[in-house]
């Protein structure tokens, strides 16, 4: 949440496994203060460790602070979780949400690949297998296309020329453009890249592209907080997840935890949510 108490301040959401039985919730919502990120005073702070992933969890946590700290949110950052986006804009007013970038093009990564494998099952009859050009090609099509060696531009290349993977090469020009949107010199070009792209795909895609067609859905539904980060850029759920891996860390130095409450205060201990008071022995 970014907010303006003399300096912009910023936290986010998160949902970290806290535990593998088959018994209670399994998850966690985070909240975080990015304050220090963003005024480069020292790093991310975890604030508050809420049981469930839930607009309920969340919310529930907004509405137990007080007026004053609600009326300095101005942004909260997220993932795609939409709970998260609803909590928000209805326990704090006038409110801006974005959408992180790493899960926008996380989604969209996820649509290329799931695109790979209907392709490969309908060209091959099979999961990808040592040999089969699209298997071969499945981590070099998730790279960037700047960062790609010539080797790998030759490999990718061949998968597209076949007709058969067109719906593939579509779907790759698409993913990358996100891509560039976000790496953009300028805020201003990002967005009106990711405007084009958002544009497009909601103007009409072909049956064929069932993939393109779903991502185009959600990144409709998600405009406003997906364009956003354009105009605060910088906004990002990173620390977020160094902080979700401090807390893997956590739990896995620990065996495990059973009990939740002995989980939170370990939490806030080690992510620098709890400043417990020395008191001097006399």
Known sequence: METHPGQPEQGATARPNWRHTRYGDKYVTVVIDLTPTRTNTGPARLLAVLEGRSKKAFKSWLDDQTQQFRDTVEVVAMDGFTGYKTAATEAIENVITVMDPFHVVALAGDKLTQCRQRLQQHTRGHRGRSGDPLFGIRRTARTRAGLLTDKQWHRLLRVFDDPAHAAFEITWSFYQDIIDAYQAERPSAGKKLMTRVIDTLKAGV????????????????????????????????GPSEAINGLLEHLRGTARGFRNLSHYIARCLLDAGGFRPQIHSLL
């Open 206 to 237: 072909p049956a064929d592209l069932a993939e393109l067609r779903t991502l185009g859905r959600t990144l409709h539904r998600r405009r406003d907080d997906v364009l956003a980060y354009f105009d605060h850029p910088g906004t990002s759920n």
